[in-house]
């Protein structure tokens, strides 16, 4: 782990934390979604209702299943967006913690690029519609979106999510730029994804076609997806506080095209956190036994990383950031 990383925890502990963990209340739901199908998201909040551990998907977590006692008034919400092929519950870690730390947090599986439908994961352009939906549901739909105050509202993305965000918080890509990166870089993740769903080149959209969600006030961007595609001009839309986040030995989107050309690019520099030895899939929840058994790819770190002491540094840091920059 590195200094930088080892500092923004300790620093965390003193931006706020609550001196003991609140219970934890969670939802699984379906959202209408237009014309397209409803949207699965997980919920979780600030909650006083009492906790006992509940197997959901293939984590086991303490909380107050369906709880409906939402501890709090004006409550700052967090919406997140999964890396390809996952799926709400991949960053359930990070969603504890900041629902212990004070926050409502809403994560939703992106219909039709989850680990169990690749169907639409090439059509980039309605990840950030899904999410402003998401944020459009919690805000005026969802059963306590009375305790929200929709003047803090943050968003967290990790990989293809990582993208979701940048577009959601005013970034705009070009997605001519693929077609030469891929000529150049036939065997990157990004390539090898459009060669399974027989997509030879990306017809790129107009730039009207990326939602964006001004709504949004603070974004943790984590090892994100085609981040060669924005440059300057697409990302000179972004005005907002941005904390990014880069693995140093990344092998599924290696540097310099994906985290390091967004924060080249960027209108102003973020809060940068490099980290040592990790990989991509570093950034999802440390692994139990199941998972190990049913997806061994994700959960291999490089010999000498400890996901779990990582992963504790790293939640404490973006609840830290978005305590400092949601504050009322």
């Given at each position: 782990m590195s200094f930088l990383v080892r500092t923004v925890f300790i620093l965390a502990i003193f931006?706020?934390?609550?001196?003991?963990a609140r219970t934890v209340g969670f939802q699984e739901l379906r959202i209408a979604n237009g014309t397209d199908a409803p949207l699965l998201i997980g919920v979780w909040y600030p909650s006083d209702a009492p906790a006992s551990d509940r197997r959901l998907g293939t984590f086991t977590q303490a909380v107050a299943l369906n709880g409906s006692v939402i501890a709090g008034e004006t409550l700052p919400l967090v919406v997140m967006s999964h890396g390809n092929g996952g799926w709400y519950g991949e960053h359930y870690d990070t969603a504890l913690t900041l629902a212990k730390a004070g926050f409502v947090v809403a994560a939703l599986s992106h219909s039709g690029d989850t680990y169990d439908d690749q169907s639409r994961a090439t059509r980039v352009t309605d990840r950030p519609r899904q999410l402003r939906r998401l944020i459009?549901?919690?805000?005026?739909?969802?059963?306590?979106?009375?305790r929200i105050d929709g003047g803090r509202i943050g968003a967290f993305g990790f990989s293809s999510g990582g993208f979701t965000t940048l577009v959601a918080i005013g970034g705009v890509p070009d997605l001519n730029t693929i077609a030469p990166h891929c000529l150049a870089h036939p065997g990157y993740f990004d390539c090898q994804l459009l060669k399974r769903a027989g997509a030879a080149t990306v017809t790129a959209p107009p730039a009207e076609a990326w939602v964006h969600?001004?709504?949004?006030?603070?974004?943790?961007?984590?090892?994100?997806?085609?981040?060669?595609?924005?440059?300057?001009?697409?990302?000179?839309?972004?005005?907002?506080?941005?904390?990014?986040?880069?693995?140093?030995?990344?092998?599924?989107?290696?540097?310099?095209?994906?985290?390091?050309?967004?924060?080249?690019?960027?209108?102003?520099?973020?809060?940068?956190?490099?980290?040592?030895?990790?990989?991509?899939?570093?950034?999802?929840?440390?692994?139990?036994?199941?998972?190990?058994?049913?997806?061994?790819?994700?959960?291999?770190?490089?010999?000498?990383?400890?996901?779990?002491?990582?992963?504790?540094?790293?939640?404490?840091?973006?609840?830290?950031?978005f305590t400092a920059r949601l504050a009322p």
């Open positions: 931006l706020g934390f609550p001196a003991a459009d549901y919690m805000t005026a739909e969802w059963t306590g979106h009375d969600d001004p709504r949004i006030r603070a974004a943790v961007v984590a090892a994100p997806a085609l981040g060669f595609t924005f440059g300057k001009q697409g990302l000179q839309g972004i005005q907002i506080p941005v904390q990014l986040w880069r693995d140093l030995d990344d092998h599924i989107l290696p540097n310099p095209d994906y985290a390091e050309a967004v924060r080249a690019n960027l209108p102003a520099p973020p809060e940068l956190h490099l980290v040592e030895k990790a990989d991509h899939f570093d950034f999802l929840a440390p692994c139990n036994a199941m998972l190990r058994g049913l997806a061994p790819d994700i959960c291999r770190s490089e010999p000498g990383f400890d996901r779990v002491v990582f992963h504790d540094a790293f939640n404490a840091a973006v609840a830290a950031f």
